[in-house]
C-alpha cells in the first residue's frame, strides 16, 4: 500500500517561502525532534536565568543589580566598583572567546539554541501557534477577510506578545534598578519618568524584534551572522543536506524501490523548508541565513523514519566528512582557542581572587604647599578611601616615603559596608634640609580586620626652591 508523507499535501503557494519569496511572512510548520528538545531547554534555561535571578536577594538586598546610580554592580556576596572595570571588560572579551570557540567547533549552534533573539522568536511563534493555529491555518487566516474570528485570534497573539515583551523589558530594567520598586511602580502606575521610558523602550524593541523582525534580524542585522563564515573551516559541524545520498528527489511510493527509478533518498516532501524559521531550503547548500537551529534535522529524520530509510539525510557534519573524510576535532585553529580561553579564564579567576577589597585616590590640594606654625613645609592632601566590602572594615594609612616625611591623619578608619570616606591628611617636611622641590612618595592603605595586599597611590610632595 502506497503511503505519502502529509505534508506533501499542503497547499502549494504557500509550501515554500524563503527570503527571494518576499512578501508576507514566514509561517513555520510546528515540529518535534530530538535537537527541538534542545531548544527547549536551552530557551527554558535562558529564561529561567532572565527572569528567576534578578528576584534572588542577598543580604537583604537584590542579588544582581546594577546600581548605575551610586556605579556598584552587586552580584551576590561580591561588589564591584568602577575601578573593576577591567574585570567586567575581561568578562565579555572571555565570552567573545567562548563564541569563537563554539563557532569554530560547531558552527552557528549559539545562533540556533540560546541567542535571545532566536530563543524570544521561538517564544512568539509559540503564541502565533496557540493563537492562530498551525502553518496552513495561520496561512490561510492571512489570506481570509477580516471577520470576528480573525480580530480574536489577531488580537489574542498581540495580546501575548505584548504581556511576553513588557515582563522582558520589566526584568531587563530590573537589573538595574531594584525590580521590586520597579512592579510596585508599574502596578500603582508610578514608575517615573525615566524607568517608564526604558520600560516602553524595550517592551517595543522585544515587539517588534520577535514579533516582526525576526529572522530580518539575524539575516540583516547582526554583525555575528556576517563575520562568523570567516570562522567556518573544513571541519567545523554545519547543518547540511547530503545531496549524494538525496539526490534525484522526488517523490515515490514507500514500498518503491527508488534506485530503480532513478531516485536517491529525499522524496522533495519541503517539510524541511516549512520549518525552517527563515525560510531558506537547506538542500541550495549551506546559507549564510541558516542559525544552525536543526528544526529540518527534526523534521527529515521523521519523514525517513516513515519512509524506513536511514536518518541523517540532512545532519550535523562537516565538508570534510560530506566529502567521506573525518571531522579532525584537534586542529590548530580549535586547539588554539581553547588554549587561549583556558589561559584567559585562568587569569580572570587569578585577577578575581587576588582583587583589593578597598582602593585610596589621591587628590593634591590647590595650594602647592605651605609653611606651618614651626617653619615646616607642609603638603595637604585628600584621600579618597573606599571599603568595597559588603561588611565593615578597619584600615590603618602610612606613608612610603624618604626619612624626615611624616604623615599626619588618624590612627585608625573604621568605614561601613561599601562606605567611601573622604579625608583631608597633611604631610610635613621634618628634615634638616629642604627636601628637593619635587618629591615622590606614597600612602599605603593596609586592611587591619582582614587579610589583603596593601593598596598603593602615589603622589608628589612640593616644596619651595632650596634656599
Ligand atoms: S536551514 Fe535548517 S538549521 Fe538552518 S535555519 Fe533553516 S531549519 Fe534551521
Ligand atoms: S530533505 Fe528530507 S524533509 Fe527535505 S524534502 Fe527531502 S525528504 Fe523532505
Known amino acids: 500500500m502506497s503511503e505519502r508523507i502529509p505534508a506533501k499535501i499542503i497547499d502549494a503557494a504557500a509550501t515554500r517561502r524563503t527570503p527571494a519569496d ?14 527541538r528538545l534542545f531548544r527547549i531547554l536551552g530557551a527554558g534555561s535562558l529564561f529561567a536565568l532572565f527572569f528567576g535571578t534578578v528576584w534572588l536577594t542577598w543580604n537583604q538586598r537584590q542579588a544582581v543589580l546594577w546600581d548605575l546610580v551610586n556605579r556598584k554592580f552587586h552580584i551576590f556576596g561580591a561588589t564591584f566598583w568602577p575601578q573593576d572595570l577591567i574585570l567586567l571588560s575581561a568578562i565579555l572579551i572571555i565570552a567573545a572567546f567562548g563564541l569563537f570557540f563554539i563557532t569554530v567547533a560547531a558552527g552557528r549552534i549559539w545562533c540556533g539554541y540560546t541567542c535571545p533573539q532566536s530563543v524570544w522568536t521561538w517564544v512568539f511563534m509559540w503564541a502565533e501557534k496557540v493563537t ?19 480580530i480574536l485570534r489577531r488580537g489574542g497573539k498581540h495580546a501575548i506578545w505584548l504581556g511576553v515583551s513588557l515582563l522582558t523589558a520589566l526584568t531587563f530594567v530590573g537589573y538595574f534598578t531594584p525590580i521590586r520598586e520597579l512592579t510596585t511602580g508599574l502596578l500603582t502606575l508610578d514608575l517615573g519618568s525615566q524607568a517608564a521610558f526604558w520600560v516602553f523602550f524595550f517592551t517595543a524593541a522585544t515587539y517588534i524584534n520577535a514579533g516582526w523582525l525576526r529572522e530580518k534580524v539575524c539575516r540583516d542585522m ?14 567545523t559541524l554545519v547543518i547540511s543536506y547530503d545531496a549524494a545520498r538525496g539526490e534525484q528527489r522526488g517523490p515515490r511510493r514507500k514500498d518503491s524501490d527508488p534506485a530503480a527509478q532513478g531516485l536517491g533518498d529525499c522524496i522533495d516532501c519541503t517539510l524541511c523548508v516549512q520549518v525552517c524559521p527563515t525560510g531558506i531550503d537547506i538542500r541550495d547548500g549551506l546559507q549564510f541565513e541558516c542559525i544552525g537551529c536543526a528544526a529540518c534535522i527534526d523534521a527529515c529524520d521523521s519523514v525517513m523514519d516513515k519512509m524506513g530509510y536511514a536518518r541523517g539525510l540532512v545532519s550535523y557534519t562537516s565538508e570534510s566528512a560530506l566529502e567521506g573524510g573525518k571531522t579532525q576535532w584537534l586542529r590548530p585553529r580549535l586547539v588554539g582557542y581553547a588554549g587561549v580561553l583556558t589561559l584567559m579564564i585562568g587569569l580572570f579567576v587569578v585577577a578575581l581572587v587576588e582583587r583589593p577589597l578597598m582602593s585610596i585616590d589621591v587628590t593634591r590640594d590647590r595650594n602647592l ?23 565593615p572594615g578597619s584600615y590603618q594609612i602610612s606613608l612610603d616615603a ?24 597633611n604631610v610635613i617636611w621634618e628634615g634638616e634640609q629642604w627636601p628637593e622641590p619635587r618629591k615622590e612618595i606614597n600612602f599605603v592603605l593596609s586592611a587591619v580586620d582582614f587579610v589583603s595586599n596593601d593598596v598603593v597611590a602615589d603622589s608628589t610632595f612640593l616644596a619651595p626652591v632650596r634656599r
Open 402 to 425: 624618604p626619612d624626615g616625611f611624616r604623615l599626619v591623619s588618624p590612627d585608625l578608619l573604621h568605614l561601613g559596608a561599601e562606605d567611601i570616606l573622604d579625608l583631608p591628611v
Open 222 to 235: 547582526c554583525p555575528y551572522a556576517r563575520f562568523q563564515s570567516v570562522m567556518f573551516d573544513r571541519d
Open 369 to 391: 604647599f605651605r609653611e606651618n606654625s614651626a617653619g615646616q613645609v607642609e603638603n595637604v592632601y585628600r584621600l579618597k578611601v573606599i571599603n568595597k566590602r559588603q561588611q
Open 22 to 35: 518576499a512578501g508576507g511572512p514566514i509561517h513555520t510548520k510546528a515540529f518535534s525532534g530530538r535537537y
Open 132 to 150: 492562530e493555529g498551525d502553518r496552513h491555518q495561520r496561512v490561510r487566516l492571512d489570506a481570509a477577510p477580516w471577520s470576528a474570528n480573525k
